[in-house]
């Protein structure tokens, strides 16, 4: 019953997450997407470009997926990320909880992608007209 | 010895890892190896942070590196 997706994909279909989540048991699907914004302090982005540390990477998302568990009671967890060439609006993540009432898979939800963003080893990199930059490289 | 490198550290060595062949010095540990490395890359002082993975697992400064581990260079992550 108690199940776990976790994986680092070329392209993301959001259309498979509704599917992928229900459970006869939940009430609530709660879902994450983070998509590639076109400006980032007014200076226009073209793309972002993915990068991850695919073994290790796996394995923190596993172990976020699991501690999820642990703190929530959730039917199922799903943890998704693109790598790659990504453009202006595309989804580059997806995470989401299902479980029997509502608050357990919202609050589930933000800890899925705030803990994401602190330890799997992914990196972006923004490029503009001129430049590019490595996200929070720098101070 | 190889170091694996992503993100930024690939850029900053121009490279995708790092060897430290047998008749040069190796680092002993995570501290040494971070050490060593911003004195031959001083750019690297530069970053946010700067952490080691070690057999795919984030290494405190004392863990000891052996020639058959696998070792990664993480500079700050920016999933998501």
Redesign the interface.
Known sequence: MSEKIVEIVDKIDTSQVFTELSDAHSGGICVFVGTVREFTQNEKVMSLEFEAYQKMALKEMDKIASDAKEKWKLNKVIIRHAVGLKKVEAPVVVVGASSAHRDACFEACRYLIDTLKETVPIWKKELFENKTVWVSAHP | MEV?L???AK?IVGESLIQFSESEKVPTSVSELKQMISETYPEFG???SLAV?VN???ARDDVPLDRNDEI?I???????
Request: hydrophobic share 40%; proline share 10%.
């Open positions: 694996l992503f993100g930024i850029d530069k970053l946010s993975a795919s697992e984030y990664a993480i500079p700050p992550v920016s999933g998501g």
